[in-house]
């Protein structure tokens, strides 16, 4: 540097030329001053991973909390709505993923075959040329449009994908399925193997070692990405990851009678007591709370303070001081006004020590 001022205080002809030099040598010298940072203060300041935000996320929420200690919003035959098809008669006002986004937890589908009638296509004049396949039905599949099925005809493989992506976009969920089952196990798997991504997010419990010991802990279920649950009413499907009932949970008599006026809490099944206890293992309790004729106005006189006064002085009871896991209403948005809902019912239970 200092040799290159020199030339150019000599020879003054070359002025530009040096001051050029100058320039550039300066740029160089600098540049070689400059310390790099260190990769160590790089490394400190780097991200958490997106598994341990995940897990710390899960964590955060449930705690120590067991699957068999939370409380879901479950809806009563969550296929019959006005959004998903037109039923004449429904069980709920929105669609599933609606349900979902609002809230619900926990679904009951009816699984029915049915067999592609050339006869409904054509005095249909085309509107029900639907191929044989697994569709959710409330009775038989032919029988009263609107009432028994519904036109666009829902399949079960289609209302399973609406499930799965839900949990794909909200990756701190779990969702149960429980199913009104009358197809043929291999007709339910077909189904099943047609949902995008289901199989990585279905939980088994024997895999889980749940008889030996006991239902996972909810953040556990979120980390492993194990957050859809299936049941059945049919016991030929284990294999597929889908539980019998009857082997996981208790369950009360379904109905509130057509009065409303059925408030006892008495088990579905008479060989499986609420209070059914067992080595190492706690069942699910499912809760159902509906008549056997839904409407809007029964609908918001049954779903606040008779609810909530029914777990606390009948259920709770019944099942010998235990609360529902999963509690089954119809058109769960309403209400009788007294300042409860299934919702905030649902999250007391949450809510309890």
């Given at each position: 540097?200092?040799?290159?001022?020199?030339?150019?205080?000599?020879?003054?002809?070359?002025?530009?030329?040096c001051l050029l030099l100058l320039a550039?040598?300066?740029?160089?010298?600098?540049?070689?001053?400059?310390?790099?940072?260190?990769?160590?203060?790089?490394?400190?300041?780097?991200?958490?991973?997106?598994?341990?935000?995940?897990?710390a996320a899960a964590a955060a929420r449930w705690g120590d909390?067991?699957?068999?200690?939370?409380?879901?919003?479950?809806?009563?035959?969550?296929?019959?709505?006005?959004?998903?098809?037109?039923w004449s008669s429904v069980n709920q006002s929105e669609s599933v993923r609606a349900q979902l986004d609002n809230g619900v937890r926990g679904l009951s589908l009816d699984t029915h075959w049915y067999e592609r009638s050339t006869w409904l296509c054509i005095i249909s004049f085309g509107s029900d040329c639907y191929p044989s396949d697994v569709y959710l039905c409330h009775g038989d599949c032919k029988t009263f449009a609107g009432a028994t099925y519904a036109l666009p005809?829902?399949?079960?493989?289609?209302?399973?994908?609406?499930?799965?992506?839900?949990?794909?976009?909200?990756?701190?969920?779990?969702?149960?399925?429980?199913?009104?089952?009358?197809?043929?196990?291999?007709?339910?798997q077909a189904s099943?193997?047609?949902?995008?991504?289901?199989?990585?997010?279905?939980?088994?419990?024997?895999?889980?070692?749940?008889?030996?010991?006991?239902?996972?802990?909810?953040?556990?279920?979120?980390?492993?990405?194990?957050?859809?649950?299936?049941?059945?009413?049919?016991?030929?499907?284990?294999h597929l990851g889908v539980m019998y009932d009857k082997s996981w949970t208790v369950s009360n008599f379904w109905s509130l009678?057509?009065?409303?006026?059925?408030?006892?809490?008495?088990?579905?099944?008479s060989d499986v007591p609420l209070d059914r206890q067992?080595?190492?293992?706690?069942?699910?309790?499912?809760?159902?709370?509906?008549?056997?004729?839904?409407t809007v106005l029964t609908a918001a006189l049954d779903n606040g303070a008779k609810l909530r006064s029914r777990i606390a002085e009948q259920c709770r009871a019944a099942t010998g001081g235990r609360d529902p896991n999963y509690v089954s209403v119809d058109f769960h948005r309403l209400s009788d006004g007294s300042g409860h809902t299934p919702?905030?019912?649902v999250a007391e239970l949450g809510a309890r020590p």
């Open positions: 540097m200092v040799i290159v001022m020199d030339m150019c205080l000599r020879v003054r002809s070359r002025a530009l030329v550039l040598l300066g740029t160089v010298t600098t540049a070689a001053a400059s310390p790099r940072p260190a990769a160590t203060a790089t490394a400190e300041k780097a991200p958490p991973t997106t598994a341990s935000t995940a897990a909390r067991r699957l068999d200690e939370v409380a879901f919003l479950t809806t009563h035959n969550a296929f019959t709505n006005y959004e998903d098809s037109r005809r829902q399949t079960f493989h289609g209302t399973m994908q609406t499930v799965v992506d839900f949990l794909a976009a909200h990756p701190q969920e779990v969702v149960t399925v429980f199913l009104e089952d009358y197809v043929g196990a291999d007709q339910l099943l193997g047609r949902v995008r991504g289901l199989q990585d997010m279905v939980f088994r419990p024997d895999q889980w070692g749940v008889r030996q010991h006991g239902w996972p802990k909810m953040a556990d279920l979120v980390t492993s990405g194990k957050r859809l649950l299936i049941f059945s009413d049919r016991s030929d499907r284990e009678g057509d009065l409303g006026n059925d408030l006892s809490c008495v088990s579905r099944w067992e080595p190492g293992f706690r069942r699910l309790f499912t809760m159902s709370h509906h008549r056997n004729v839904p919702a905030s019912i």
